[in-house]
């Protein structure tokens, strides 16, 4: 220390150093203790979730519940249909992303979706699905009857899709050439299927069918590179 600071009494030594330490840490930065979600995905400083990370990563759904609850929906009129060039329907992206099921890997293919009668040991009840396929049709704004639409799977249970969570649930209106009251007419259903066969001999990725089935069925085999 310069004699000239020794010279000083000792308050002022003491309140001058204090002063060189605050300004030292506002010109380098200091953290509160508040951490920010990294870009991984993870909670910001309210606690809530951050965005989902890489670009078309599927959310994953709480998967198969020994008792299954109704689940709430999203507000009414506020979600809304989309339609392919040839006028088949495709939901809302941000209402219905579609959400996988946990317990549905590459690791565990042959003892979920490869094994005959996986599927229905897991589908929720009428009881459950029926209040929610009502509560979803005022959420996408659907007044047509409602035994012509078919609550839908985004990601099918046989693709490994979650069976009850909303976001790979919705009301989805009849395709064109619809007999009105003859129940839904679903052509989805059959991609589904050959998705499943292709995923099941090893011809299609899991990971790959359930990201082209929830962006758009009707390309799905195309996105895939699987001949019809």
Do not use: F
Request: some cysteine.
């Amino acid at each position: 220390m310069p004699n000239s600071a020794r010279a000083l009494p000792l308050s002022v030594r003491t309140s001058t150093l204090a002063a060189v330490a605050v300004l030292a840490l506002a010109a380098g930065g200091c953290s509160s203790g508040r951490t920010h979600s990294d870009a991984k995905g993870g909670s910001g400083p309210s606690g809530t979730p951050s965005p989902a990370s890489p670009s078309g990563a599927i959310a994953v759904g709480p998967g198969p519940q020994g008792a299954y609850t109704v689940q709430r929906q999203p507000a009414a009129g506020s979600c809304h249909v989309r339609h392919t060039a040839d006028k088949q329907p495709l939901p809302d992206p941000t209402c219905t992303p579609g959400a996988t099921n946990p317990k549905v890997t590459p690791a565990t293919l042959k003892s979920t979706i490869c094994r005959s009668g996986y599927t229905k040991d897991i589908r929720p009840p009428v009881n459950i699905t029926g209040r929610e396929k009502k509560a979803n049709a005022a959420s996408y704004g659907y007044r047509g009857p409602l035994h012509d639409a078919e609550y839908d799977h985004l990601i099918s249970l046989q693709l490994g899709g979650d069976p009850n969570d909303p976001r790979n649930l919705w009301v989805e209106p009849p395709s064109p050439g619809h007999r009105p009251g003859a129940g839904p007419n679903n052509p989805k259903d059959v991609v589904e299927n050959r998705l499943k066969a292709a995923i099941c001999s090893g011809k299609a990725d899991l990971t790959k069918a359930q990201q082209a089935i929830a962006r758009d069925w009707t390309t799905a085999e195309a996105v895939l590179g699987l001949k019809r």
